[in-house]
Protein backbone atom coordinates (compact mmCIF):
# COMPACT_ATOMS: atom_id res chain seq x y z
CA UNK A 1 0.00 0.00 0.00
CA UNK A 2 1.03 3.66 -0.84
CA UNK A 3 0.07 6.89 0.69
CA UNK A 4 -0.36 8.45 -3.14
CA UNK A 5 -3.85 8.59 -2.74
CA UNK A 6 -4.27 10.71 0.43
CA UNK A 7 -1.06 12.76 -0.94
CA UNK A 8 -1.72 16.69 -1.18
CA UNK A 9 1.10 18.75 -2.45
CA UNK A 10 3.43 16.15 -1.46
CA UNK A 11 1.42 16.36 2.52
CA UNK A 12 0.42 13.02 4.34
CA UNK A 13 -2.15 15.01 6.48
CA UNK A 14 -2.66 12.35 9.32
CA UNK A 15 -6.52 13.45 10.28
CA UNK A 16 -6.85 12.41 6.03
CA UNK A 17 -5.60 8.72 6.09
CA UNK A 18 -6.84 7.78 9.82
CA UNK A 19 -10.26 6.48 8.89
CA UNK A 20 -8.61 4.41 6.12
CA UNK A 21 -5.21 3.64 7.24
CA UNK A 22 -4.83 1.60 10.96
CA UNK A 23 -2.43 3.79 13.36
CA UNK A 24 -0.27 1.07 13.96
CA UNK A 25 0.38 1.06 10.09
CA UNK A 26 1.34 4.24 10.49
CA UNK A 27 3.48 3.94 13.25
CA UNK A 28 5.18 1.32 11.61
CA UNK A 29 6.25 2.81 8.49
CA UNK A 30 7.33 5.97 10.69
CA UNK A 31 9.65 3.69 12.73
CA UNK A 32 10.94 2.32 9.76
CA UNK A 33 11.57 5.57 8.09
CA UNK A 34 9.56 5.20 4.77
CA UNK A 35 7.18 8.03 6.98
CA UNK A 36 8.41 11.20 7.84
CA UNK A 37 7.04 13.58 10.35
CA UNK A 38 7.35 17.31 9.63
CA UNK A 39 5.05 19.16 11.86
CA UNK A 40 2.47 17.49 14.08
CA UNK A 41 -0.40 16.03 12.30
CA UNK A 42 1.83 16.26 8.98
CA UNK A 43 3.69 13.41 7.17
CA UNK A 44 5.46 12.74 4.51
CA UNK A 45 6.83 9.92 2.17
CA UNK A 46 10.68 9.66 3.19
CA UNK A 47 11.88 8.97 -0.63
CA UNK A 48 9.76 12.20 -1.81
CA UNK A 49 11.40 14.93 1.16
CA UNK A 50 15.05 13.46 0.02
CA UNK A 51 14.60 14.48 -3.68
CA UNK A 52 14.00 18.11 -2.32
CA UNK A 53 16.34 20.91 -2.10
CA UNK A 54 16.67 22.41 1.19
CA UNK A 55 14.46 25.64 -0.19
CA UNK A 56 12.10 22.91 -1.19
CA UNK A 57 11.93 21.45 2.22
CA UNK A 58 11.37 24.52 3.90
CA UNK A 59 8.39 25.13 1.45
CA UNK A 60 7.08 22.02 2.60
CA UNK A 61 6.87 23.17 6.27
CA UNK A 62 5.07 26.20 5.01
CA UNK A 63 2.29 24.19 3.68
CA UNK A 64 2.23 22.15 6.68
CA UNK A 65 1.45 25.45 8.46
CA UNK A 66 -0.83 26.28 6.38
CA UNK A 67 -3.25 22.90 5.97
CA UNK A 68 -2.99 22.82 9.78
CA UNK A 69 -4.09 26.69 10.12
CA UNK A 70 -7.74 27.62 11.72
CA UNK A 71 -7.08 31.41 9.90
CA UNK A 72 -5.49 32.29 6.47
CA UNK A 73 -1.65 32.15 7.18
CA UNK A 74 0.84 35.22 5.70
CA UNK A 75 4.51 33.89 5.60
CA UNK A 76 7.56 36.70 5.83
CA UNK A 77 11.37 36.63 5.33
CA UNK A 78 13.11 33.47 4.87
CA UNK A 79 10.18 31.70 4.16
CA UNK A 80 8.08 34.06 1.79
CA UNK A 81 11.99 34.13 -0.37
CA UNK A 82 11.77 30.18 0.16
CA UNK A 83 8.41 30.94 -2.01
CA UNK A 84 10.19 33.51 -3.98
CA UNK A 85 12.95 31.49 -5.17
CA UNK A 86 15.07 34.24 -3.88
CA UNK A 87 18.64 33.22 -2.82
CA UNK A 88 19.95 33.44 0.29
CA UNK A 89 23.31 33.28 2.64
CA UNK A 90 23.09 30.60 4.65
CA UNK A 91 20.67 27.47 5.30
CA UNK A 92 17.34 28.03 5.13
CA UNK A 93 15.57 27.68 8.83
CA UNK A 94 14.12 25.32 10.37
CA UNK A 95 11.09 27.14 11.58
CA UNK A 96 8.64 28.88 9.07
CA UNK A 97 8.67 32.62 9.31
CA UNK A 98 4.77 34.09 9.93
CA UNK A 99 3.36 37.49 9.81
CA UNK A 100 0.80 38.51 12.43
CA UNK A 101 0.05 41.71 13.72
CA UNK A 102 0.75 41.93 17.68
CA UNK A 103 -1.64 41.20 20.16
CA UNK A 104 0.23 41.21 23.23
CA UNK A 105 2.24 37.87 23.30
CA UNK A 106 0.72 34.25 23.25
CA UNK A 107 2.00 30.67 23.54
CA UNK A 108 4.84 30.20 21.17
CA UNK A 109 3.98 27.59 18.25
CA UNK A 110 6.98 24.92 17.70
CA UNK A 111 8.68 25.32 14.07
CA UNK A 112 6.87 28.45 13.60
CA UNK A 113 8.71 32.08 14.08
CA UNK A 114 6.25 34.78 14.94
CA UNK A 115 6.84 38.02 13.30
CA UNK A 116 4.78 41.55 13.86
CA UNK A 117 6.87 44.18 13.16
CA UNK A 118 5.64 45.92 9.76
CA UNK A 119 2.48 43.74 9.72
CA UNK A 120 0.23 46.27 9.36
CA UNK A 121 1.98 47.97 5.90
CA UNK A 122 2.60 44.96 4.18
CA UNK A 123 1.27 43.98 0.80
CA UNK A 124 0.85 40.17 0.52
CA UNK A 125 0.76 38.16 -2.81
CA UNK A 126 0.26 34.38 -3.71
CA UNK A 127 2.74 32.23 -4.64
CA UNK A 128 1.48 28.38 -5.86
CA UNK A 129 -0.98 28.48 -3.06
CA UNK A 130 0.90 30.18 -0.46
CA UNK A 131 -0.19 33.81 0.77
CA UNK A 132 3.18 35.74 1.55
CA UNK A 133 4.68 38.97 1.84
CA UNK A 134 5.55 40.83 -1.86
CA UNK A 135 9.10 41.11 -3.08
CA UNK A 136 9.94 44.39 -1.92
CA UNK A 137 8.99 43.83 1.59
CA UNK A 138 10.42 40.33 1.38
CA UNK A 139 13.74 41.87 0.25
CA UNK A 140 14.36 44.26 3.10
CA UNK A 141 13.01 41.94 5.79
CA UNK A 142 15.80 38.82 4.60
CA UNK A 143 18.68 41.80 3.78
CA UNK A 144 17.77 43.66 7.50
CA UNK A 145 19.09 40.57 9.55
CA UNK A 146 22.38 39.96 7.26
CA UNK A 147 25.41 41.92 6.57
CA UNK A 148 26.01 43.91 3.59
CA UNK A 149 28.52 41.32 2.24
CA UNK A 150 25.79 38.75 3.00
CA UNK A 151 22.76 40.35 2.13
CA UNK A 152 23.38 42.13 -1.31
CA UNK A 153 22.91 39.02 -3.39
CA UNK A 154 19.62 39.10 -2.07
CA UNK A 155 18.95 42.48 -3.08
CA UNK A 156 20.70 42.14 -6.09
CA UNK A 157 18.50 39.23 -7.35
CA UNK A 158 15.23 41.43 -6.34
CA UNK A 159 16.39 43.94 -8.79
CA UNK A 160 17.92 41.60 -11.39
CA UNK A 161 17.53 42.69 -15.11
CA UNK A 162 16.43 38.37 -16.28
CA UNK A 163 14.08 38.47 -12.92
CA UNK A 164 10.86 38.49 -14.51
CA UNK A 165 9.69 39.26 -11.10
CA UNK A 166 11.82 42.21 -10.71
CA UNK A 167 11.29 45.35 -8.80
CA UNK A 168 13.33 48.35 -8.55
CA UNK A 169 15.04 50.77 -6.11
CA UNK A 170 12.09 52.91 -5.61
CA UNK A 171 9.62 50.60 -5.06
CA UNK A 172 12.49 49.18 -2.23
CA UNK A 173 12.41 52.79 -0.77
CA UNK A 174 8.89 52.66 -0.71
CA UNK A 175 8.29 49.96 1.10
CA UNK A 176 11.27 50.91 3.42
CA UNK A 177 9.32 53.98 4.10
CA UNK A 178 6.45 52.15 4.62
CA UNK A 179 7.90 49.56 6.92
CA UNK A 180 9.82 52.72 8.66
CA UNK A 181 11.93 50.04 11.08
CA UNK A 182 13.49 51.13 14.24
CA UNK A 183 16.69 49.63 13.78
CA UNK A 184 18.22 48.73 10.69
CA UNK A 185 17.55 51.44 8.23
CA UNK A 186 20.51 52.75 7.55
CA UNK A 187 21.87 49.64 6.66
CA UNK A 188 18.92 48.60 4.10
CA UNK A 189 19.59 52.19 2.74
CA UNK A 190 23.14 51.84 1.89
CA UNK A 191 22.05 48.32 -0.10
CA UNK A 192 19.60 49.49 -1.69
CA UNK A 193 22.04 52.56 -3.11
CA UNK A 194 24.36 49.89 -3.79
CA UNK A 195 22.26 47.45 -5.24
CA UNK A 196 22.23 47.03 -9.32
CA UNK A 197 20.28 45.02 -11.96
CA UNK A 198 23.67 44.18 -13.62
CA UNK A 199 24.83 41.05 -11.19
CA UNK A 200 24.52 37.75 -12.69
CA UNK A 201 24.82 35.78 -9.72
CA UNK A 202 24.68 35.95 -6.00
CA UNK A 203 28.41 35.40 -5.17
CA UNK A 204 29.32 37.78 -7.72
CA UNK A 205 27.46 40.71 -6.03
CA UNK A 206 29.11 39.55 -2.88
CA UNK A 207 32.01 39.90 -4.58
CA UNK A 208 31.36 43.39 -5.15
CA UNK A 209 29.96 44.40 -1.72
CA UNK A 210 33.62 42.91 -0.40
CA UNK A 211 35.73 44.96 -3.33
CA UNK A 212 33.30 48.36 -2.43
CA UNK A 213 33.92 47.93 2.04
CA UNK A 214 37.80 47.00 0.85
CA UNK A 215 38.19 51.00 -0.63
CA UNK A 216 38.62 50.12 -4.23
CA UNK A 217 37.38 51.90 -6.75
CA UNK A 218 33.52 50.20 -8.16
CA UNK A 219 33.88 48.50 -11.61
CA UNK A 220 31.70 48.54 -14.45
CA UNK A 221 29.89 45.55 -14.74
CA UNK A 222 28.79 43.46 -17.54
CA UNK A 223 30.77 45.54 -20.03
CA UNK A 224 30.44 44.13 -23.29
CA UNK A 225 34.22 43.45 -25.07
CA UNK A 226 34.41 41.83 -28.64
CA UNK A 227 36.73 40.15 -30.62
CA UNK A 228 36.73 38.83 -33.53
CA UNK A 229 35.69 35.20 -31.90
CA UNK A 230 32.40 37.42 -30.60
CA UNK A 231 31.32 39.59 -27.68
CA UNK A 232 32.45 38.34 -23.54
CA UNK A 233 30.53 40.03 -20.52
CA UNK A 234 33.08 40.02 -17.72
CA UNK A 235 31.77 40.51 -14.48
CA UNK A 236 34.19 44.03 -13.30
CA UNK A 237 35.94 46.41 -15.43
CA UNK A 238 38.78 48.56 -14.10
CA UNK A 239 39.30 50.50 -17.47
CA UNK A 240 41.63 52.93 -15.96
CA UNK A 241 44.26 50.55 -15.68
CA UNK A 242 42.63 47.48 -18.26
CA UNK A 243 41.92 45.11 -15.56
CA UNK A 244 38.95 42.82 -15.42
CA UNK A 245 37.48 40.31 -12.68
CA UNK A 246 36.12 37.28 -12.97
CA UNK A 247 33.52 35.48 -10.05
CA UNK A 248 34.78 31.89 -10.68
CA UNK A 249 31.76 30.22 -8.21
CA UNK A 250 31.77 26.19 -8.02
CA UNK A 251 28.28 26.18 -9.27
CA UNK A 252 30.02 26.45 -12.46
CA UNK A 253 31.42 23.63 -12.40
CA UNK A 254 29.20 21.25 -10.40
CA UNK A 255 25.69 22.02 -11.27
CA UNK A 256 24.43 20.28 -14.42
CA UNK A 257 22.90 23.58 -15.80
CA UNK A 258 26.14 25.00 -16.13
CA UNK A 259 27.91 21.67 -16.98
CA UNK A 260 25.47 20.31 -19.53
CA UNK A 261 27.02 16.76 -17.71
CA UNK A 262 30.57 17.77 -18.81
CA UNK A 263 32.47 20.00 -15.93
CA UNK A 264 35.92 19.55 -17.88
CA UNK A 265 34.44 21.32 -21.07
CA UNK A 266 33.38 24.29 -19.20
CA UNK A 267 36.60 24.79 -17.11
CA UNK A 268 38.24 24.42 -20.96
CA UNK A 269 35.69 27.37 -22.49
CA UNK A 270 36.93 29.09 -19.09
CA UNK A 271 40.68 29.26 -20.42
CA UNK A 272 39.99 29.80 -23.54
CA UNK A 273 37.75 32.76 -22.96
CA UNK A 274 40.21 34.19 -20.61
CA UNK A 275 42.99 33.90 -23.33
CA UNK A 276 41.24 35.84 -25.38
CA UNK A 277 40.91 38.54 -22.95
CA UNK A 278 44.44 38.45 -22.24
CA UNK A 279 44.81 38.93 -26.13
CA UNK A 280 43.17 42.02 -25.95
CA UNK A 281 45.82 43.62 -23.19
CA UNK A 282 43.33 42.97 -19.69
CA UNK A 283 45.34 41.81 -16.40
CA UNK A 284 42.50 39.07 -15.42
CA UNK A 285 41.64 38.55 -11.96
CA UNK A 286 39.70 35.36 -11.03
CA UNK A 287 37.92 35.94 -7.49
CA UNK A 288 36.25 32.37 -5.73
CA UNK A 289 34.52 32.18 -3.64
CA UNK A 290 37.07 32.22 -0.24
CA UNK A 291 38.37 35.46 -1.04
CA UNK A 292 35.25 36.84 -0.74
CA UNK A 293 35.26 35.27 2.92
CA UNK A 294 38.59 36.37 3.33
CA UNK A 295 38.69 39.64 2.73
CA UNK A 296 42.98 40.52 3.29
CA UNK A 297 43.16 37.68 0.39
CA UNK A 298 40.74 39.52 -2.07
CA UNK A 299 42.71 42.73 -1.15
CA UNK A 300 46.27 41.56 -1.98
CA UNK A 301 44.55 39.91 -4.86
CA UNK A 302 43.17 43.67 -6.36
CA UNK A 303 46.15 45.12 -5.17
CA UNK A 304 48.88 43.27 -7.05
CA UNK A 305 46.68 43.88 -10.16
CA UNK A 306 46.62 47.33 -9.66
CA UNK A 307 43.29 47.63 -8.91
CA UNK A 308 42.76 52.12 -7.90
CA UNK A 309 41.60 52.84 -4.51
CA UNK A 310 38.85 55.19 -4.01
Known amino acids: MTYEAFTRNGLILSVAIRPFVADRRIRRDLEAGTLLRIRRGVLVEAAQWAKLPPRGQHIYKMRAVAALAKQPVVFCAESAAAAWRMPIEGDWPDDVAVLEPWRGGGQSNPGVRKISAGADTARTVTIRGLE ?179
Open 132 to 310: VTDLARTTLDVARSRSFTDAIGSVDWAMWRKNTSAITAADLITDLQRLSPRAGYVHLQKLIDFATPLSDSFYESAARAAIHLLGFEAPELQVRLSDSKGEMLPDFLWRSVNVLAEFDGKEKYSREEYTKGDPTEVLWQEKRREDRLRAMNFTVVRIVTADVINPAKLERLLSDAGVPRR
